[in-house]
């Protein structure tokens, strides 16, 4: 009998923990595929203070400009969030090279704050935009972007970014929880 009430503990401690992996990893909504293809896009994996080589840095030769802060009252998702302070005159952001699949739809999406300065973020590959959004970023409050763009049926390695540019005064924002999820069809 000790036996057998063990088995259906370790049973229950595993389902337990799936249930707890599904609810952390849903989906942004019912068509979307819950797993993102951005490695670390909330950033809880990088060490304080530095930005880990799977995202590229615009100027990449200014990486002490990009911190990871970790403050979970400021943070929107987790605990910690990317900071960026960026001079002006030029564009500044981050990268990431990820692989699709080809001829899909898939959204983009992250939360952005800080000083009021203009945003270009979006997707692409072989020097081919395939979807972008232009935005102003709010002072105080986190902000959600996105925009939906298509893989082609030639390469689906894809660049996504997010820049900003002021052109006469520093500036710095916040960034967190980017992702980046395939549409799946929608069952009826």
Same mark, same amino acid.
Request: glycine share 4%; aromatic share 14%.
């Given at each position: ?52 080589? $799977? /995202?590229?840095?615009?100027? @990449?030769?200014?990486? %002490? #400009?990009?911190? *990871? ?76 972007? $996105? /925009?939906?763009?298509?893989? @082609?049926?030639?390469? %689906? #390695?894809?660049? *996504? ?28």
């Amino acid at each position: 009998m000790f036996f057998k009430m063990k088995k259906y503990a370790l049973i229950y401690t595993f389902l337990t923990i799936l249930t707890f992996s599904a609810c952390y990893n849903k989906p942004v909504n019912s068509t979307l595929n819950s797993f993102t293809q951005i490695t670390d896009g909330s950033f809880e994996l990088q060490a304080s203070d530095n930005l880990n080589s $799977s /995202y590229i840095t615009r100027p @990449d030769t200014a990486k %002490a #400009n990009f911190r *990871i802060v970790e403050d979970a009252k400021e943070a929107y998702h987790g605990r910690k969030f990317l900071d960026l302070t960026a001079q002006a005159g030029d564009w500044w952001g981050i990268s990431q090279k990820i692989k699709l699949k080809p001829n899909k739809k898939y959204t983009t999406t992250f939360y952005i704050k800080g000083d009021s300065v203009e945003m270009h973020c979006g997707a692409f590959n072989s020097g081919k935009f395939l979807g972008w959004n232009n935005a102003m970023i709010p002072e105080e409050k986190w902000q959600k972007v $996105s /925009y939906d763009f298509y893989t @082609d049926s030639t390469n %689906a #390695n894809t660049t *996504i970014y997010i820049a900003v540019n002021h052109s006469s005064q520093n500036v710095k924002i916040q960034i967190d929880k980017l992702e980046v999820v395939q549409e799946l069809p929608q069952n009826n």
